[in-house]
């Protein structure tokens, strides 16, 4: 039973996280902690936390499950920093983008009887900042809950039942699938995004319509944030880049070849698997 | 002034300007034409036309303007079809992606006293026929209006004058340039939302959120439509794709390099171009 919850971190996703416990888990009491006050004020007014604190060893001493939303590249620390703090059977979540680094810190740093388990929620926005924060930002997303060889059932369990109850629908991974997976259906998108903006010329921009508005939305995201998660799967990113190219230079030589009916084929077959979606 | 409006091919597009000419220029008597009565049918019923006829002659021979909305490979054809039956001072033009075989046809087989001119109002929908057809598919879309040695200003303005009317923002490009800027802006995103479809594992579908599914959303378009674009503007998709690809391997570089800075500037600097459109 989760009745002290602390979020590290307060922006759209942590924010969030408040606003939805708020609605689905009321009896839960639930403080905030974040390494710079503003975010923190922002957010108790906005009702996602009850109350807030800049000290570590205060904000996790009580809590049940301590959820790590802020960027990925400070989340090894966060954990080292509140690991010595944690009462015995407290459950420590994150919900980065990235996983393997995380999950291993996690494991080194938080010990039985206190436990780490890794968490991603694929929701989120090309905005951010807890002002945007939403009570329904989970609903029917899929949540990634990494399993490890030294994943603690019952604390996987509570994690699991968490997201569902804000919304989720869950699915299990190891980090190093995670990782790979979540390169080819969200870090590749949002290269792509970027890297077709780059190529308009100001006279291709000014005719955009829907579909380029569309397709590039994500690639007005926080580029700090997304900074941290290329460096940190970068390996999975290149190779997710390969895929991308090669299927291009595919769809290229079938262009060159003026082959329609094989082009006609290359376009429905995705065409189909996109529409089920 | 355009008292007498033929819609040819009635879709999405046809359906849309018919829909819109009722609320826009409702004194204009609109009649539809098409190879099958079925969407001429179900256009009469949504009240995108007044009357129709399978017979181009009788169709076009009192119109003061015709717009062709038939898939591009179609429209070289039907231009053939109705140049005999045109009154003197008719106005053609059509909603054709991509201009330049399209323009050299019209002018080739539409001579003065008629007047071809071509247009590209950048609107459309990955739904496709006369169902999904809206009033306001046009409001605030770019309209491309190709303008070439041998256009007649006045009927050129004429034009432009009718999308402006049905809300759009006119732009004047030659055919040649509007099928680079076109292939860059529309037809490269189609095809890169395609392959981000086709490199997806099963798994990694299984994780997608609303990035995913905004940035493949045109993958879903009607293939034989796209198969046609592509054919017919496949030396500037070639090179578009050539443009991209080596955007991104510029990406894979700094990637193995684990050069944070230079992907932050990548990054800050197409997120801030993307988030001012």
């Given amino acids: 039973m989760i009745n002290r919850l602390t979020i590290i971190g307060l922006g759209l996703l942590g924010g969030s996280i408040g606003l939805a416990v708020k609605k689905h888990l009321s009896h839960c009491q639930v403080t905030g902690c974040a390494h710079r006050d503003g975010s923190l004020k922002a957010a108790k007014e906005t009702g996602a936390i009850r109350d807030w604190t800049l000290d570590p060893a205060i904000a996790v001493r009580e809590a049940d499950l301590v959820i790590l939303c802020t960027p990925v590249s400070r989340i090894p620390q966060w954990i080292e920093r509140i690991a010595p703090h944690l009462k015995p059977g407290a459950i420590v979540t994150d919900v980065g983008s990235t996983k393997t680094a995380i999950v291993e810190a996690g494991e080194r740093l938080i010990r039985s009887p206190a436990h780490f388990v890794g968490s991603h929620p694929m929701a989120g926005s090309e905005q951010k900042g807890v002002a945007v924060a939403r009570a329904d930002l989970f609903a029917d997303a899929a949540c990634i809950v990494t399993h490890t060889t030294q994943t603690d ?90 895929l991308l190219t090669r299927e291009l230079f595919q769809l290229s030589s079938l262009l060159k070849m003026n082959d329609a009916r094989a082009i006609q084929e290359w376009l429905a077959k995705h065409a189909l698997r996109r529409s089920k979606l």
Same sequence: chains 1, 2.
């Fill in 153 to 242: 059932p019952i604390a996987a369990d509570a994690v699991e039942a968490f997201w569902q109850t804000l919304g989720c629908r869950i699915v299990r991974h190891t980090p190093v699938d995670h990782d790979r997976l979540v390169a080819l259906v969200s870090h590749l998108p949002h290269a792509v995004a970027s890297a077709l903006v780059a190529v308009q010329e100001t006279a291709s921009l000014d005719l955009h319509g829907r579909g380029f508005l569309d397709s590039t939305r994500i690639a007005a995201g926080d580029p700090e944030l997304w900074r941290d998660i290329f460096i940190e799967n970068r390996g999975n990113l290149v190779s997710s880049i390969d």
